[in-house]
């Protein structure tokens, strides 16, 4: 199979399971915003009603005298599409990640996720995709799988299993002796034959996107995010046989070499992209890949708790790259990349995961650019820009406000005042 015929596949071949994209709500109601930023329009709109049926959004337009059904008035507020987070680890609940998957059981934290879930949706984020989590089985897929079946409430919910590594890799546990047998948080595979296996057995429980540490990691001891990881055949056999099975893939890759190796093999998402130089960001947008930089976990770290042990390493790798990251990721968008929000949520406080749109904007995006690639650009990485992403007739009503203006000021984003997911009203407190 070509590359060519790699990149393509995945959009051909996958959808999303009809229960992940439905409605939640029946009857008709009428919202009215003061301002809408509809995901899709350069400039927002003043005085706007957005009308939904059966949980779909069926016209966006100016106030009507006599408006159908319940009225909601947040006349006072920005409106604005659901959040999308493309890139969190919800089960994280320490600053020492690396040993949190051994802490409790599978079930816990399930229980554990489904709160923060439910947190991350009162805060706006009405969709999720998680990459990987601290558990040896699937809590986090299991979450999905509550929701979808409408046991609770909260977001939509995608994403991948396990994170693969290489033996000594970002996910292996590199700081015990050899005669010990612990579990890594990582899905340790070597070998062609060992990652087509690995694909197909994270599919069958239930991952709808793979995800491989193409590079080492920058919170993990034992190695270097500055070195690629798997082989070129590794990496193109992990794309094929997800791409069969019509599923994507996303490639955690810190290194230039990591990054281009990736991008070569077919994966859909590059995540973090902290060394990326021009080829790599010139291969990004020549070949349509997503960069989800996730910059805020850096400033998290470096900023709230400088004197983590556990997170030493990262603290140093931020102080030392923050600034080249940034630039790299400017140059990016300049470029025309599709760059991202992903705030690789880890434990810190939920509400501040929406500083990552300051960070690309301190990156070169203008402020109503980062709100778009938080919510249509992201919907379009997920392959769902026909449900989601924006406020538009047709799509689903997934809706949240906000008090003052997130264009001047896009720290309102953490005092997210109403939202509504599939035409549902879900309480912020």
Known sequence: ????????????????????????????????????????????????????????IVSVGAFMPDSAGTVIDRSQDTCLPGLIDAHAHVLIKTDDY?????????????????????????????TVRILGDADVAYAHLDVRTAI?????????????GHYFSITGGGGDLNFLGPEHRVVADGLV????????????????????WIKVLASGAMMSAGNDPNRAHFSPDELSAIVDEASRLGVPVAAHAHSAAGIKASILAGARTIEHGT???????????????????????????????PGSEAQAKLNELTRRYRAQHIAAVGKAIKLGVNVTVGTDYVGFPVKQGVRELGLLVEAGMAPMQAIQAATRVNAELLGWQDHVGTIEA??????????????????????VSFVMLGGREISTQ
């Open 394 to 415: 047709g799509k689903l009503a997934d809706i949240i406000a906000v008090p003052g203006d997130p264009l001047q000021n896009l720290a309102v984003l953490e005092r």
């Open 1 to 56: 199979m070509t590359i060519a015929c790699l990149a393509l596949s995945w959009s051909a071949q996958a959808g999303p399971a009809p229960d992940t994209l439905a409605p939640l709500a029946s009857g008709v109601t009428t919202l009215r915003c003061g301002t809408l930023i509809d995901g899709s329009s350069a400039i927002p709109r003043r005085d706007v009603e957005i009308r939904v049926e059966d949980g779909r």
């Open 148 to 160: 979808h079946e409408g046991l609770f409430i909260g977001p939509r919910l995608t994403g991948a």
């Open 189 to 208: 595979v070597d070998g062609v034959d060992a990652v087509r296996k690995a694909v197909r057995e994270e599919i069958k429980h239930g991952s709808d």
């Open 98 to 126: 690396q040993v949190d998957h051994l802490r409790r059981s599978s079930g816990y934290k399930a229980l554990r996720g489904l709160n923060v879930v439910q947190e991350m949706l009162r805060s706006g984020w009405t």
């Open 275 to 305: 060394f990326m130089d021009d080829e790599s960001i010139r291969l990004m947008k020549e070949k349509g890949v997503y960069l989800v930089p996730t910059l805020y976990v850096g400033d998290y770290y470096l900023n709230e708790q």
